[in-house]
């Protein structure tokens, strides 16, 4: 038999797909592997000569092209049509600075957008899948991309297939292969060689594809293809991963579209005055075309794009992964946060608290009574090379309770003589699992599951309330129950649909209860949840009477509000629930399709939902929320895969840290919209109010140009990184749809933008009047300089400058500081004053520059003052 090698090597790509039609040994032999998986000395080896196993990309936008980019934009376009003019005119002064002001943009541009690209990739890193392989004998975690042909991989229900397998072991395997083949019901699987060369994909029963998904059960499969020479990668080619402007991008280019035609009528306007005034056509047509690039705010999809990015960044650090950046800016809007139980509001870590056999007659074991055999037989747990058990936190509470009274070598022992023939799997829909062992002639069916599903299934001889009873009174105090039934049976059920029937007409074997404590640091989170007008709300498979008592201990169930269960639930009609869904705190025993009712029914409400999930069948409810958020360690690949948002320590109060970072980059994205958007205005009202006054057009070509290029530049950016408000949390969550203009921030713009002009033009009438001879470099030191004072004031909605740190946002002072110093350059460097007609002030006019531009600052902290006062007013007058 020839090895994967030499076939890789010496056969065409066609010949390859015929992997179904080996038997398992033959494919183990054929890849040069055994069932103890590939050593990892071999694996590195294979991934030389097979590289990683992942589907190419699109080549990512180069440096190159990304700058070139710049070059692109509309209002380039314009700066170079503008130097064009001045060149014709014989100015080529202002052609070489209009240039270099277009370079610089483009420069800045390309910075901006170039680490903002690296963070999304960065993000893309950290969200690529890991998957669990056999190396060296041992089960291992690695990242999907390390997958080698020969290498032996574990599939458990929820995982997306790595790499392309033919499957040696499976436990009621089944696969839903719609991505590939496009056929929606999943296929059973099984092991054994079929078909021949045309078997068609989706017929090739003992294969597992990558891409496609388990969604029930689980095997085990050895790598045949991987990367781009599986199905998937064949057919689908290269992926292109389009960059899709976020909503908020959206509405900012919408804005900055309507601005633009204002600024364009204004600049027509201007021209036509101008002409009428008599001034030079030429020059006047330059200054218009200037103002139109100065005042179209261009770069603020660019900026939102690039504090998203970096707002993503900072998420990673406080252990929420974006995957979808546009659930950074959504995530301060969320008003109801609906989340699993187990792992994030608990610990996920279940110790034994109370077993409650019953007198079954039947032995399995010397030793060790039925209730401790099923406990320890009806177990996924693996013992690792270090002697811990691994496997679901609920089963490893059963060995471990065990472990305390029996050696390792018991259980273990009890495991080889009494082996897994069969299995019905663990599934959150059904809540039970069952597996079948030897016994004597026959077999034994051991099941465990929650106690209203195993009761349902007990012989008529059992007191079924009894029961139900016994597992509430464990529930009531916080515990998770699990009832053990078993069945004798002659023989082993020959296929999926006779498996139905061996949960049937059980016998009991008794009650464990588990506890599992909520993490210490969820009960102040819902406290912010609460105070921040968020609902937390708990969705849960878990027992009504467990996730009541888990939801007081947290304090989540508040007043008049509701636990409602998954069979309430069913019988509700919709038009009860929309009445009451506000008011329900605690929903429990749901399944995982009762989550996409709850969500849509909030959304219905006008509510923007940030809804968790770990399962399978929770991915509809995951992409149906506002922000589905999957769970780093306990999650499935798939609903991985559905979420906007994974939680790399699956804690409940991470959601909560990333919503009050969402809106602080919120907040902080309206704060340069409304930085630029106010700069914007004044310096449109200055240049077009000017000759309205009967004033000199104030400002020439190039001083519009620094000033867009100074204001749109640092102090803009900076402000992304202006702390949070200290409110952050204590004020509703904005609406999801609230204009980007709503909270007074369309005013501002207005009253200060008018006021930032009145002074630029107050100073020009004034300096004019005055005989000043050096009034426009007065002018232009004014708008700059008032621009400054003005980003320095909206640091802070609320806050009073005096009460803000300098250190609390550095950048912003580093930016204030260098365009000072920028704005001193261009007035005192002989040099910059033949470049920007400016003339050197004298200390005096620089001290009334100063004075007058800090009225603008001034102006903005009493506007916080009366909103301060008012706000007062309103609550003393409630
Ligand atoms: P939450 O939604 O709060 O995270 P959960 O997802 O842990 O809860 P499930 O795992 O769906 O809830 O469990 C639902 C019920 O199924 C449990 O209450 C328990 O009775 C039962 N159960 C959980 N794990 C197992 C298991 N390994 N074997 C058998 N039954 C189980």
Redesign the pocket.
Same mark, same amino acid.
């Given at each position: 038999m020839e090895r994967i090698s030499e076939r890789v090597e010496t056969r065409p790509v066609a010949e390859y797909g015929n992997w179904h039609r080996l038997g398992i040994a033959e494919a183990i032999e054929g890849l040069g592997t055994s069932l103890r998986g590939l050593s990892t000395q071999e694996a590195e080896s294979r991934m030389k000569k097979f590289g990683p196993n992942a589907l190419r990309r699109k080549r990512k936008r180069s440096a190159l092209t990304l700058f070139a980019g710049q070059f692109r934009d509309f209002m380039v376009l314009i700066l170079i049509v503008a130097a064009a003019i001045s060149a014709v005119i014989g100015n080529l002064t202002d052609t070489i600075i209009i240039m270099a002001i277009a370079l610089l943009n483009a420069i800045l541009g390309f910075f901006h957008e170039y680490k903002a690209d690296r963070a999304v990739e960065e993000l893309r890193k950290l969200a690529e899948p890991w998957t669990n392989v056999i190396r060296d004998g041992q089960i291992r975690e690695i990242a999907s991309t390390g997958l080698v042909p020969g290498d032996l991989v574990l599939l458990e229900t929820g995982t997306i297939v790595p790499a392309d397998l033919r499957l040696c072991e499976i436990h009621s395997l089944r696969i839903g292969e719609a991505s590939l083949t496009g056929e929606s019901a999943p296929v059973d699987k099984v092991t054994k060689p079929i078909g021949n060369a045309h078997t068609a994909i989706g017929d090739r029963l003992n294969m597992a594809y990558k891409g496609t998904v388990v969604v029930f059960g689980r095997g085990r499969g050895i790598a045949v293809r991987t990367g781009m020479n599986t199905e998937i990668g064949r057919i689908s080619g290269l992926l292109q991963e389009k960059a899709v402007p976020t909503p908020l991008q959206r509405r900012m280019a919408e804005v900055g579209k309507r601005l633009a035609y204002v600024v364009v009528i204004v600049c027509v306007l201007l021209f036509g005055i101008g002409i009428m005034r008599g001034e030079e056509p030429v020059r006047v047509l330059l200054v218009a075309l200037s103002l139109a690039v100065a005042a179209i705010p261009e770069a603020l999809p660019a900026v939102t794009a690039i504090s998203m990015a970096i707002g993503a960044r900072r998420l990673v650090r406080k252990n929420a992964l974006i995957r979808r950046l546009p659930a950074v800016e959504t995530l301060g809007a969320v008003s109801f946060i609906c989340t &699993?139980? =187990? $792992? =994030?509001l608990t610990q996920n870590k279940m110790t034994v608290e109370s077993i409650s056999p019953y007198a079954a007659p039947l032995s399995l074991h010397s030793a060790l009574d039925p209730l401790e055999c099923a406990m320890l037989l009806?177990n996924?747990t693996r013992l690792s090379s270090e002697g811990t058990w691994k496997g &679901?936190p609920?089963?490893i509470a059963l060995v471990e309770h065990i472990g305390k009274r029996y050696s390792t070598d018991i259980i273990l022992q009890l495991r080889t003589s009494l082996p897994r023939l069969a299995e019905i799997p663990?599934d +959150?829909e059904r809540?039970? *699992?069952t597996t079948i062992h030897p016994l004597g002639a026959g077999y034994v069916a051991l099941s465990? $599951? +929650?106690?209203e @599903?195993i009761a349902a299934k007990l012989a008529k001889e059992y007191d079924r309330n009894e029961i139900l009873g016994q597992a509430g009174d464990m529930a009531a105090g916080g515990c998770? @129950?699990?009832a053990f039934a078993y069945r004798l049976l002659q023989q082993l059920p020959e296929d999926a649909a006779a498996f139905g029937d061996v949960e049937e007409d059980l016998k009991y074997i008794g009650l464990v209860g588990l506890i599992d404590p909520p993490r210490p640091e969820v009960k102040k989170a819902i406290h912010d949840c609460t105070t921040a007008g968020i609902h937390p709300v *708990?969705? =849960? $498979? &878990?027992?009504v009477k =467990? +996730?009541t008592a888990i939801a007081r201990q947290l304090d989540m169930l508040p007043g008049d509000n509701k636990v409602v269960t998954g069979e309430q639930l069913a019988a509700m009609p919709q038009a009860d629930l929309g009445q009451m869904v506000e008011k329900i705190s605690v929903y429990a025993r749901v399944s995982p399709e009762q989550k996409l009712r709850i969500v849509r029914t909030l959304q219905g409400k006008g509510h923007f939902v940030a809804m968790t999930g &770990? $399962?399978v069948n929770d991915a509809p409810s995951l992409k149906a929320a506002n922000i589905g958020i999957a769970m780093g360690r306990a999650g499935t690949d798939v609903s991985r895969e559905a979420a906007d948002m994974i939680l790399m320590d699956d804690n409940f109060a991470t959601i909560v840290n990333a919503i009050k970072e969402g809106r602080r980059i919120y907040d902080n994205i309206r704060k340069f919209f409304k930085y630029i958007m106010t700069c914007n205005s004044a310096e449109i009202l200055t240049v077009f109010m000017a000759p309205l006054l009967g004033l000199p057009i104030p400002l020439l070509p190039v001083q519009l140009l620094w000033i867009n290029l100074v204001t749109d530049g640092l102090p803009a950016l900076a402000l992304a990184s202006e702390r949070a408000e200290p409110d952050i949390m204590t004020r509703p969550p904005r609406q999801a749809a609230e204009s980007l203009f709503s909270a007074g921030l369309g005013w501002h713009i207005a009253r200060i933008g008018l006021l930032m002009a009145a002074v630029t033009l107050g100073t020009q009438a004034f300096a004019t009047g005055a005989g000043f001879p050096r009034t426009q470099t007065m002018v232009f030191t004014v708008l700059s300089l008032s621009q400054l004072g003005h980003v320095l004031a909206i640091r802070s909605d609320h806050e009073f400058i005096f009460r803000q740190r300098i250190s609390s946002n550095l950048p912003l002072y580093g930016a204030l500081f260098l365009t000072f110093l920028l704005q001193m350059a261009v007035i005192y460097i002989p040099f910059c004053n033949a470049l920007f007609r400016t003339q050197p002030l004298s200390l005096a006019e620089l001290l009334t520059c100063l004075a007058l531009s800090s009225i603008v600052f001034h102006a903005v902290e009493v506007e916080k003052w009366v909103h301060k006062k008012r706000s007062g007013f309103k609550t003393n007058v409630l």
């Open positions: &699993d139980k =187990t $792992g =994030t009806n996924d &679901d609920t089963e663990f +959150a809540k039970c *699992m465990k $599951g +929650a106690s @599903v998770r @129950v699990l *708990m969705i =849960t $498979g &878990d027992h =467990t +996730a &770990d $399962g």
